[in-house]
């Protein structure tokens, strides 16, 4: 067997920074629009609402982790504070969407056969959130 080694990413800092933006840019439209297509009835809410908070979630933890790859202070920096926005961004959405949802549970009938695997949905963000 030969030696297993982690694969060499060799972009620059600013590369990587452009590319960090780029994705949360793209993460920020498509969330805005999935967030303005649903619809707002109580009675038909389910958990997955939170799929669209967890990739912001995810990319404000995330960020902590990219930039221990930053070589520039000043990167790290960046980074840092957008993944912190993020962070502040997705956890109380997330928290108000699973109020909600616990609400939606606890008032109107219980779910139907087709969506009870989501009910595990709520522990993603809120396990992301503790994670960051």
Known sequence: M?????????????????????AYAILL????????????????MTALYLIPIVSVVFAGSSGGIVATALPDPQD????????????????????????LYFLRLTIHEPLSREVIVS???????LSLSAFS
């Open 2 to 22: 030969g030696d297993v080694s982690s694969p060499d990413f060799s972009y620059t800092s600013t590369q990587t920074l452009i590319l960090t933006s780029l």
């Open 29 to 44: 439209l498509t969330e805005f629009y999935r967030m303005s297509n649903r619809r707002s009835e109580l009675a038909e």
């Open 76 to 99: 790290r920096l960046r980074t840092l504070i957008v993944s912190f926005v993020f962070w502040g961004i997705g956890t109380p959405l997330s928290w108000i969407i699973t109020t």
């Open 119 to 125: 009910a595990l949905l709520p522990i993603g963000p």
